[in-house]
T-cell receptor, first 109, second 116 residues
Framework: GQNIDQPTEMTATEGAIVQINCTYQ??????LFWYQQHAGEAPTFLSY????GLEEKGRFSSFLSRSKGYSYLLLKELQMKDSASYLC??????????FGTGTLLAVQP | KAGVTQTPRYLIKTRGQQVTLSCSPI?????VSWYQQTPGQGLQFLFE???????NKGNFPGRFSGRQFSNSRSEMNVSTLELGDSALYLC???????????????FGPGTRLLVL
């Protein structure tokens, strides 16, 4: 199978740190992507991991463990504008992305 | 650089009709992928085109088809529309090099289709 699993919803407080987990089937793996999607808008690219470890990009970091089929997205210093859906996607062959159903993050004051 | 554009943005059709959606990729990108997004299923891969050829296909019925033109613009067509085809249809473009593996895909705003 190609299941991508991530929590459906999360809530966090402005200024805090939140970690969104994603697990995936390891077969046919060609990288792990994270996208952000605000309601009514297109998904926008956040990060890509193909090797194990942590990739840091400003307030956002993404981690990958290929052997465990596990990734997480870490958001620091949360802002209200970070309220959105966060989509985990496994890269397959020729630009085929297998997406999870997304994690809806609500940032509260 | 202009982003990915899709037309139309909104569409209402009735069951049994057919529909054609259009996508213009980022200039220089040769790969266009199409996805269907619904609340229950999330984003699901439809197909990917590169150099006017379909390189990969998802698990959708043959009513869903597409094509790509020499300028990399792409269209997708859905025939004999069903109520369940109501969704947001997103296209995404990428350079398409190295077989498209590991490339970041950039999404357009989508076409929201409602089938009545």
């Amino acid at each position: 199978g190609q299941n991508i699993d991530q929590p459906t919803e999360m809530t966090a407080t402005e200024g805090a740190i939140v970690q969104i987990n994603c697990t995936y089937q390891t077969s046919g793996f060609n990288g792990l992507f994270w996208y952000q999607q605000h309601a009514g808008e297109a998904p926008t690219f956040l990060s890509y991991n193909v090797l194990d470890g942590l990739e840091e990009k400003g307030r956002f970091s993404s981690f990958l463990s290929r052997s465990k089929g596990y990734s997480y997205l870490l958001l620091k210093e949360l802002q209200m504008k970070d309220s959105a859906s966060y989509l985990c996607a496994k890269g397959g062959a020729t630009n085929k992305l297998i997406f999870g159903t997304g994690t809806l993050l609500a940032v509260q004051p | 650089k202009a982003g990915v554009t899709q037309t139309p943005r909104y569409l209402i059709k009735t069951r049994g009709q057919q529909v054609t959606l259009s996508c213009s990729p980022i200039s220089g990108h040769r790969s266009v992928s199409w996805y269907q997004q619904t609340p229950g299923q999330g984003l699901q891969f439809l197909f990917e085109y590169f150099s006017e050829t379909q390189r990969n296909k998802g698990n959708f019925p043959g009513r869903f088809s597409g094509r790509q033109f020499s300028n990399s613009r792409s269209e997708m067509n859905v025939s004999t529309l069903e109520l369940g085809d109501s969704a947001l249809y997103l296209c995404a473009s990428s350079p398409g090099l190295a077989g498209g593996i590991g490339e970041t895909q950039y999404f357009g705003p989508g076409t929201r289709l409602l089938v009545l």
